[in-house]
């Protein structure tokens, strides 16, 4: 896979990280873009001669023009795009400020409409590539206090559904992963000390589910993935 590019839109340390160093392992080349530049720095020691880091606010338009400009001249035509990004504030529906209320739509449901239509542009020539986005249990379902998560992440999914129903039959594999639990992080890792050992999703774990969908061939391509802990009920 030495010959094929990686991005990954909103690469923090958790679950964008694992991505970047999955992807990394099967031989890709790397892009990883985050909204504040200044949280890329702990993950340059990594990507040293492993991965491209980039500065991109998925939810303005010029951004992401220019994030796929510039992985297209520095290391090639994406052959695998993940749309990772998204904010969330919890709140009742009585007070959650319409401001909020519109910033984390646009995160985490117009972002990710304009990294999919980027790639896709990019990728409809060639017939091929995947695009990947990624869901969580909000997007199946929305909870009391979640609708700044639950409404960008319907959305996002909506966006998918259509995205692979016009572009699969062109060649574009285009999947939606929900992430039904926790990620394994430092926040939440207190948690397992309740629930038991494997109790958080896995970064690392994910990434391998994540890559499994790119090397799909395409007489039996899945559109929608649903990862979850074995305690997670559902």
């Known amino acids: 896979m030495s010959d094929q590019v990686a991005v990954v839109v909103g690469a923090g340390p958790g ?7 999955t992807f990394a392992g099967a031989g890709m080349r790397v892009a990883l873009a985050l909204r504040s530049p200044g949280k890329l720095e702990p993950l340059g020691a990594w990507a040293d001669g492993m991965a491209m880091l980039y500065g991109c606010d998925a939810a303005d338009p010029t951004d992401v023009d220019a994030l796929f400009e510039k992985v297209e001249a ?19 529906i009585l007070e959650v400020k319409p401001q909020d209320f519109e910033r984390c739509w646009r995160i985490g449901c117009f972002g990710g409409f304009l990294v999919g239509q980027a790639a896709a542009r990019r990728m409809a020539p060639a017939g091929a590539g995947t695009i990947i986005f990624t869901g969580a249990t909000a997007s199946l379902r929305g909870s ?22 016009e572009l699969g039959p062109k060649g574009l594999h285009i ?14 890792r207190h948690l397992a000390a309740d629930r038991g050992p494997d109790s958080l999703l896995s970064p690392d774990a994910i990434a391998e589910n994540y890559l499994h969908l790119h090397r799909q061939p395409r007489s039996a391509w899945t559109f929608e993935l649903d990862l979850r802990p074995w305690v997670e009920r559902f």
Request: proline content about 5%.
């Open 175 to 188: 999947a939606h992963v929900i992430i039904d639990g926790q990620i394994d992080s430092e926040r939440y």
């Open 15 to 21: 679950l964008g990280l694992a991505l970047g160093k």
């Open 144 to 165: 009391a206090r979640f609708v700044n998560l639950a409404s960008p992440k319907f959305g996002l999914r909506a966006v998918a559904q259509s995205m692979a129903r």
């Open 74 to 92: 520095e290391l090639g035509t994406p052959s695998v795009v993940v749309f990772n990004a998204g904010t969330f504030e919890p709140g009742g």
